[in-house]
């Protein structure tokens, strides 16, 4: 497999080129490198330094992230982004992004790998952004405690960065948008849930969540964009035998 079989193999599952018109990302290669066949993918949530050196170190060739270098218009390359992309140039590594095709890809998305861990029944497309569902709802046969619903995604989810308990003690309905997405709540609110997990917390919505009488758990931005990028490198060796590595590097944030 070459970086560019490695291009087509994730246009093929994920939603790169449809969804080009509303993601400010410049999703797929990002940066390229000089050919051959691939061994090693590194996986990271972002593209800092430390994430393409460390991608070096361990041999890998490509960088697959979820966050990359490019946002939705030209950047001089000067400065910090000179020196990743230098550090990227000199290891010929190349780099490969994947946001929104990542939030909302109904199997190794970062919010359907998170509901599926919550154990979430009924499962549904949620949170609509310019009409594509990023997030996912479901619920639960049996109503669950706030406590035992977070505890589903391991020992850091039952600490949240920020959580508002304002809802009902027995949980059925749930809501998941990953990341940034505090806003998303007004529409877990209008949808009747009782519990809105996310990335981050706002203190905009804050008298909203308290007054709908929802939960409402920031569970971390990095946190809860791990799961997509996990999950595509667990697909990437099942399909091609090829080596994969995540990079853990927490923001704390």
Not at 167 to 191: C, F, H, N, T, Y
Not at 195 to 224: C, D, K, M, N, R
Request: proline share 4%; with cysteine; glycine share 12%.
């Amino acid at each position: 497999m070459t970086i560019s079989d490695f291009d087509a193999w994730a246009r093929s599952f994920l939603a790169i080129d449809g969804l080009a018109s509303i993601d400010a990302s410049l999703n797929g290669i990002q940066v390229g490198r000089s050919g051959g066949e691939l061994s090693k993918l590194a996986f990271a949530v972002d593209a800092s330094a430390e994430s393409i050196r460390r991608a070096a170190e361990a041999g890998a060739q490509v960088l697959f992230v979820h966050h990359g270098l490019f946002w939705g218009k030209p950047r001089r390359i000067e400065g910090n982004l000179q020196a990743r992309i230098r550090l990227l140039l000199e290891a010929d590594l190349a780099l490969y992004a994947c946001h929104l095709p990542l939030d909302c890809h109904p199997e190794v998305g970062n919010n359907a790998v998170i509901a599926r861990l919550l154990g979430l029944g009924d499962l549904a497309p949620f949170a609509p952004y310019h009409g594509v569902a990023l997030g996912w709802k479901g619920s639960y046969a049996e109503a669950q405690s706030l406590d035992s619903v977070l505890a589903r995604l391991g020992p850091g989810a039952s600490s949240p960065l920020s959580l508002i308990q304002a809802g009902p003690k027995a949980i059925s309905r749930v809501g998941v948008v990953s990341g940034g997405a505090a806003s998303d709540v007004l529409m877990a609110i209008e949808d009747g849930l009782d519990l809105f997990i996310t990335g981050e917390a706002s203190h905009s919505v804050y008298s909203e969540v308290v007054e709908a009488g929802i939960h409402f758990a920031a569970l971390g931005h990095y946190a809860t964009e791990t799961f997509g990028v996990k999950a595509v490198a667990r697909r990437l060796g099942a399909e091609t035998g090829l080596e994969t590595l995540f990079l853990d590097l927490p923001t704390g944030l």
